[in-house]
T-cell receptor, first 111, second 114 residues
Framework: DQQVKQNSPSLSVQEGRISILNCDYTNSMFDYFLWYKKYPAEGPTFLIS?????DKNEDGRFTVFLNKSAKHLSLHIVPSQPGDSAVYFC??????????FGAGTILRVKS | DVKVTQSSRYLVKRTGEKVFLECVQDMDHENMFWYRQDPGLGLRLIYFSYDVKMKEKGDIPEGYSVSREKKERFSLILESASTNQTSMYLC?????????????FGQGTRLTVV
């Protein structure tokens, strides 16, 4: 039973436009959420996180939104760049415990 | 910068072999993790450790064991490799479980069992 779900296996966006990646979760005890980015043949790298006490966190071109009532979070990338093309993983944890990951979304940014 | 280093980028092993995957971190992190990544399944936790000589099973521990004799080193052992263990293996480390903090990953080991 997947506690963290990324229902879109892939997303294609034009350079300069907004990329929106979505993630749903089922465990209401999750209190910390993260996004990781992964290039082929490399380990995931941390991108941005949000605590459950907040509904938005911004870092440069990246913004994460959390909707606790809907158990939904999203990652917005504006503007999208070709170098953003990668696999994006959503992850969640309870009280700083082990991270539970979604299946990932492949983002392709076309120039 | 945090560095998590996995001993091999690519490995090819035969069915039935005992396989050791090594991971070292240089940031004095308490927690260390082993995940495997498979297409469509994301990253699944195999084992984790929150202290030297301590270990906890993750979601898919069957066929694996781990060893943590020193704080900086966490080893994943495939007791008798099978073809369904062909995967990308990722090691990660983080600070204490009591803190909300990100985990740092190594570059991954692509293991093929033939």
């Amino acid at each position: 039973d997947q506690q963290v779900k990324q229902n879109s296996p892939s997303l294609s966006v034009q350079e300069g436009r907004i990329s929106i990646l979505n993630c749903d979760y089922t465990n209401s005890m999750f209190d910390y959420f993260l996004w990781y980015k992964k290039y082929p043949a490399e380990g995931p790298t941390f991108l941005i996180s949000i605590s459950s006490i907040k509904d938005k966190n911004e870092d440069g071109r990246f913004t994460v939104f959390l909707n606790k009532s809907a158990k939904h979070l999203s990652l917005h990338i504006v503007p999208s760049q070709p170098g953003d093309s990668a696999v994006y993983f959503c992850a969640a944890s309870v009280g700083g415990n082990k991270l539970v990951f979604g299946a990932g979304t492949i983002l392709r940014v076309k120039s | 910068d945090v560095k998590v280093t996995q001993s091999s980028r690519y490995l090819v092993k035969r069915t039935g072999e005992k396989v050791f995957l090594e991971c070292v971190q240089d940031m004095d992190h308490e927690n260390m993790f082993w995940y495997r990544q498979d297409p469509g399944l994301g990253l699944r936790l195999i084992y984790f450790s929150y202290d030297v000589k301590m270990k906890e099973k993750g979601d898919i521990p069957e066929g694996y064991s781990v060893s943590r004799e020193k704080k900086e080193r966490f080893s994943l052992i495939l007791e008798s490799a099978s073809t369904n263990q062909t995967s990308m293996y990722l090691c990660a480390s983080s600070f204490t479980l009591l803190m909300n903090t990100e985990a740092f990953f190594g570059q991954g080991t692509r293991l093929t069992v033939v």
